[in-house]
């Protein structure tokens, strides 16, 4: 697929390409704590894994995601000792435990990826566990990520892709301030249990949405109001 940015690279000088492709490189997210009124995100551990194992399987994350499944403790090591590292390293992105500020006990995962250090725009998922779902716990890490983005970071753009059918995903990112950009048509695939118990690929729309620094403006009342809490604490 051919773009404005990648046909606009193609007249530069190839050197001077290389610069900047050298530049964007050498951004990366730092290891931080984000604080709100009921959770706290960090970067993910060793001794998340058998509560991110167990997230993983869930049916909801299966169809969703492209997540292996079975989700084994030994692909959450994985995770947790290689591949979030490396995309940190690389400045691709970093993946965030999300707890329950009084338990400790993992809620869920918010994950940056795609980011573009130039352009200072990064694209954002979450995933929640089931049993902590209906509480507003993904809008809540999603809103308090991109607040973090915007102040300390200065980003200009967070990016959501929600497939066609994922109603609560697209609810998260309607309650945060996010605005719909249009549709991908056929970009998505998300899979679906066979009779025989299986999973197969099914192909469907993405949903594209953004959320810029300006958009955030209101986001706390019309957060609370939609769940019953109150403003974010600040972050660490």
């Known amino acids: 697929?051919?773009?404005?940015?990648?046909?606009?690279?193609?007249?530069?000088?190839?050197?001077?390409?290389?610069?900047?492709?050298?530049?964007?490189?050498?951004?990366?997210?730092?290891?931080?704590?984000?604080?709100?009124?009921?959770?706290?995100?960090?970067?993910?551990?060793?001794d998340d894994l058998p509560?991110?194992?167990?997230?993983?399987?869930?049916?909801?994350?299966?169809?969703?995601?492209?997540?292996?499944?079975?989700?084994?403790?030994?692909?959450?090591?994985?995770?947790?000792?290689?591949?979030?590292?490396?995309?940190?390293?690389?400045?691709?992105?970093?993946?965030?435990?999300?707890?329950?500020?009084?338990?400790?006990?993992?809620?869920?995962?918010?994950?940056?990826?795609?980011?573009?250090?130039?352009?200072?725009?990064?694209e954002l998922s979450y995933i929640i566990a089931p049993w902590a779902r209906g509480e507003g716990y993904a809008s809540e890490a999603a809103l308090a990520t991109a607040k973090w983005l915007f102040g300390d970071q200065r980003f200009e753009r967070v990016e959501l892709r929600t497939a066609a059918d994922n109603t609560a995903s697209q609810q998260v990112a309607q309650k945060i301030g996010c605005i719909s950009e249009g549709?991908?048509?056929?970009?998505?695939?998300?899979?679906?249990?066979?009779?025989?118990g299986t999973w197969t690929d099914m192909r469907t729309d993405f949903i594209v949405w953004s959320l810029l620094p300006e958009d955030l403006e209101g986001s706390d009342e019309q957060l609370a109001d939609s769940r019953g809490f109150g403003s974010y604490a600040q972050w660490n």
């Open 51 to 122: 509560a991110l194992a167990e997230m993983m399987n869930d049916e909801q994350v299966a169809a969703w995601t492209d997540v292996p499944q079975p989700f084994t403790e030994e692909g959450a090591r994985r995770w947790i000792t290689q591949y979030a590292p490396a995309e940190r390293a690389a400045g691709r992105g970093i993946d965030l435990a999300v707890t329950e500020f009084l338990t400790q006990r993992l809620v869920g995962v918010v994950q940056l990826g795609k980011t573009n250090w130039r352009v200072r725009s990064t």
């Open 183 to 196: 549709v991908l048509r056929n970009a998505c695939i998300v899979h679906v249990r066979t009779e025989d």
């Open 1 to 46: 697929m051919l773009h404005a940015g990648q046909f606009s690279g193609a007249l530069t000088d190839p050197h001077e390409s290389s610069k900047v492709t050298e530049r964007r490189m050498t951004s990366t997210f730092p290891n931080i704590s984000i604080s709100t009124e009921r959770l706290g995100l960090r970067p993910l551990d060793e």
